[in-house]
């Protein structure tokens, strides 16, 4: 089991930036996939980042490359997505999320375990 527990999701005004964190414990870390999601009322959950169980690889939804950026921390046990430049339609609740069947994965079913989600909203 894992357990994942967001944080750092607040109100910022267009532009501005905003950085998330994710922060797990339980099994062991750095054998897992690491992803953030996003999700507005209703609509389906989208893809934002990826990060290889290494940190060595990461992969983003074209809507936010160039702008948000993952990484991780081993030793530390967190996963932490930098948001700059934020748009309006960024506002949504981010979720992390761990998963062990690969190094890249989009899809969310994909994904083994989740956490509560940080709402992030944008002002224009």
């Known amino acids: 089991q894992v357990q994942l527990a967001e944080s750092g999701g607040g109100l910022v005004q267009a532009g501005g930036s905003l950085r998330l964190s994710c922060a797990a414990s339980?099994?062991?870390?750095?054998?897992?996939?690491m992803g953030w999601f996003r999700q507005v009322p209703e609509k389906d959950r989208e893809f934002v980042a990826g990060?290889?169980?290494?940190?060595?690889?990461?992969y983003y939804a074209d809507s936010v490359k160039g702008r948000f950026t993952i990484s991780r921390d081993n030793a530390k046990n967190t996963v932490y997505l930098q948001m700059n430049s934020l748009k309006p339609e960024d506002a949504a609740v981010y979720y992390c999320?761990?998963?062990?069947?690969?190094?890249?994965?989009?899809?969310?079913?994909?994904?083994?375990?989740w956490g509560q989600g940080t709402q992030v909203t944008v002002s224009s």
């Open positions: 990060i290889s169980r290494s940190g060595l690889r990461t």
């Open positions: 999320a761990a998963g062990y069947k690969g190094d890249v994965m989009t899809d969310g079913n994909e994904y083994n375990y």
């Open positions: 339980g099994r062991a870390f750095s054998g897992f996939t």
